[in-house]
């Protein structure tokens, strides 16, 4: 079993109380737009991070991080990019990718909408975390944490903290 952390859209300012909600998990995932180099450094130094860029991030970050990533975590097949829209409306392209790589879980940003729901159609739970940063039209600051075990996703909990003007 792997308890993930799950978080988008930081764009270069993480709010210190996603870092108390994450730090019992053994992975953080970062779906894009972490805003700087920097901030992945810092992930990086927390926990173990896997992360896409997304469309704000600068050269530094998308020479360092892929735009799609797909990987195993326990059994559960996971594709994860920046902007790849939702069941019934991906983003162009998406859809054929997910009838090439099959995934099971597919993770995405770029939204800002915190959303977890099944896509029957394709056989996979589609997560994303909404946005963990500061930037942005968001009115709350949203991430996710949650359990692989081989590869069942279980036990989804929720941080949900109205975003302050200053933090």
């Not at 991080?65 to 392209?93: N, Q, S, W």
């Not at 994303?128 to 709350?140: D, E, L, R, Y």
Request: aromatic share 10%; charged share 25%; hydrophobic share 35%.
């Amino acid at each position: 079993m792997v308890r993930i952390g799950l978080i988008s859209d930081t764009h270069a300012c993480i709010h210190p109380r996603v870092f108390n909600f994450l730090k019992d998990c053994d992975q953080i995932w970062h779906a894009g737009d972490l805003g700087n180099m920097e901030t992945l450094e810092t992930l990086a130094q927390f926990k173990p991070t896997i992360a896409v860029y997304g469309n704000v991030d600068d050269y530094k970050t998308r020479r360092t991080l892929p735009e799609y990533r797909y990987f195993m975590c326990e059994d559960c097949k996971v594709m994860m990019t920046h902007i790849g829209g939702y069941p019934g409306k991906y983003a162009k392209g998406i859809s054929a990718l997910i009838k090439e790589k099959r995934p099971d879980l597919f993770v995405t940003g770029h939204s800002h909408i915190l959303k977890v729901m099944y896509d029957a159609k394709n056989q996979l739970l589609y997560m994303n975390p909404g946005a963990a940063g500061q930037s942005g039209f968001h009115k709350n600051i949203t991430a996710l944490r949650f359990e692989i075990d081989k590869k069942e996703c279980k036990n989804l909990e929720v941080l949900d903290i109205e975003r302050a003007k200053k933090i």
